[in-house]
Antibody, heavy 116, light 108 residues
Framework: EVQMVETGGGLIQPGGSLRLSCAASGVTVNNNYMAWVRQAPGKGLEWVSIIYTDGRTYYADSVKGRFTISRDNSKNTLYLQMNSLRVEDTAVYYC??????????WGQGTLVTVSS | EIVMTQSPATLSVSPGERATLSCRASHSVIINLAWYQQKPGQAPRLLIYGASTRATGIPARFSGSGSGTEFTLTISSLQSEDFAVYYCQQYNNWPPGTFGQGTKLEIK
C-alpha cells in the first residue's frame, strides 16, 4: 500500500522559512517523479514543483527562486524548502507521485499559514 | 501556459441522475487530460487519465471522453458519495500540469 505523509506545516511570519517533508512508503521516491501541489483556502489546485528521477527540478513561476524541492533517498522522503514566504503562499501543501504528469498517489496535506 | 476552464462552476443534480462536467483547454492537449475528485478535508483522488481511462478502483459509473480542447466527465447514476469537487488537469504541456478551477457537484 502506498502512503505519503506530509509534515512541517504551521504558522510563519511573512519573509520566514519553512521546510516541508513527505515521508513515503510503498513507493520509492528516487525512482519516481515526485511533485508538490498546493491549495489555498477555498481555492483550487496549483502545481508547485517537481523533481525527476534524474534530479532535474522545475518550479511554478510563483515560487521560482524561493522554493527548493529535494529528496533524501536513504529516508525515502521528499522535501520542499520554502524561503521568503508570502501571505499568498498560505495553502495546504500536498506531495504526490507524478506519472508523467498524472498525480496518482497523494498525501493528506499539511497546512502552511503565512501571517503576521 | 495552457489554461483549463471548467463548467459549470456548480452543478446541482439529484441522486440517481446523470451528471455531465465539462473542461476546455486553451490549446490542444491531445488526450493528456486527467480528472480528480476531492471531498472536503481530503486530498484529491485520481479518477481518469488519458481522457478516458479509469484509474485503479474507480467505479464504472465514472467515464471520461474528449480530445484536443474539449473534454467531459460523466457520472452515470449519482451516488451520495459522488458529491464533491471535480478538477481537470492537462499534462500535455508539462510541467506545469495546469488544473481547472473545479466544478462543485452538489445535491439537488
Amino acid at each position: 500500500e502506498v502512503q505519503m505523509v506530509e509534515t512541517g506545516g504551521g504558522l510563519i511570519q511573512p519573509g520566514g522559512s519553512l521546510r516541508l517533508s513527505c515521508a513515503a512508503s510503498g513507493v520509492t521516491v528516487n525512482n519516481n517523479y515526485m511533485a508538490w501541489v498546493r491549495q489555498a483556502p477555498g481555492k483550487g489546485l496549483e502545481w508547485v514543483s517537481i523533481i525527476y528521477t534524474d534530479g532535474r527540478t522545475y518550479y511554478a513561476d510563483s515560487v521560482k527562486g524561493r522554493f527548493t524541492i529535494s529528496r533524501d533517498n536513504s529516508k525515502n522522503t521528499l522535501y520542499l524548502q520554502m524561503n521568503s514566504l508570502r501571505v499568498e503562499d498560505t495553502a495546504v501543501y500536498y506531495c504526490a507521485r507524478s506519472l508523467l504528469g498524472v498525480n496518482d498517489y497523494w498525501g493528506q496535506g499539511t497546512l502552511v499559514t503565512v501571517s503576521s | 501556459e495552457i489554461v483549463m476552464t471548467q463548467s459549470p462552476a456548480t452543478l446541482s443534480v439529484s441522486p440517481g441522475e446523470r451528471a455531465t462536467l465539462s473542461c476546455r483547454a486553451s490549446h490542444s492537449v491531445i488526450i493528456n487530460l486527467a480528472w480528480y475528485q476531492q471531498k472536503p478535508g481530503q486530498a484529491p483522488r485520481l479518477l481518469i487519465y488519458g481522457a478516458s481511462t479509469r484509474a485503479t478502483g474507480i467505479p464504472a459509473r465514472f467515464s471520461g471522453s474528449g480530445s484536443g480542447t474539449e473534454f467531459t466527465l460523466t457520472i452515470s447514476s449519482l451516488q451520495s458519495e459522488d458529491f464533491a469537487v471535480y478538477y481537470c488537469q492537462q499534462y500535455n504541456n508539462w510541467p506545469p500540469g495546469t488544473f481547472g478551477q473545479g466544478t462543485k457537484l452538489e445535491i439537488k
